[in-house]
């Protein structure tokens, strides 16, 4: 399977339940993710071409090819391509795989409107909180936040 919204491609090689494994292409200019952290989840990045930035707990540096970087659970993080010109490729790996897979589905076909706002992120969030979570606002603010939003998102999808 290959999810594709422009910016970022991700082409899923090992799907199993222990490991999610992909192939992923950041366009270049492509836009920074939000901090957030994964509860349970390590990633394991591993630059191919090009070059990544990453901010991990605040530290920032940039991977060139043939360097990788281990995020651990529960570390604070974001990551873009390095460069404005060219594309950067790396294998990216998630474990254990969890829901990540759905995660992805979930917000790749919500960015083909566009960046999401908070309403649009609401029901991900809210739902995918295992695998994915901001890194701010606090916790409990996000639940009751989320709580709120994602039932309105999901009347609001539903009448189109």
Do not use: K
């Not at 919204?5 to 339940?17: H, I, K, M, Q």
């Not at 494994?21 to 200019?29: F, I, K, L, N």
């Not at 990544?52 to 970087?69: K, Y």
């Not at 309105?152 to 539903?158: E, F, Q, S, T, Y």
């Amino acid at each position: 399977m290959v999810l594709d919204d422009g910016n970022l491609r991700l082409e899923f090689v090992d799907t199993s339940a222990e490991l999610l494994r992909m192939h992923a292409t950041y366009a270049p200019g492509s836009p920074l993710a939000p901090r957030h952290y994964h509860p349970v989840q390590e990633e394991r990045f591993q630059v191919e071409d090009g070059a990544l930035w990453f901010e991990v707990e605040g530290a920032a540096r940039t991977l060139e090819a043939g360097s990788s970087l281990i995020v651990p659970a529960g570390a604070v993080h974001r990551a873009r391509n390095a460069s404005g010109e060219s594309q950067a490729v790396v294998i990216w790996e998630v474990r254990p795989a969890g829901r990540t897979v759905e995660f992805f589905q979930a917000l790749f076909a919500l960015t083909r409107h566009g960046r999401p706002g908070p309403l649009g992120i609401a029901p991900i969030a809210r739902e995918f909180r295992q695998e994915w979570v901001l890194a701010s606002p606090p916790g409990a603010v996000q639940t009751c936040l989320f709580g709120i939003l994602a039932p309105i998102a999901r009347l609001r999808a539903a009448r189109g």
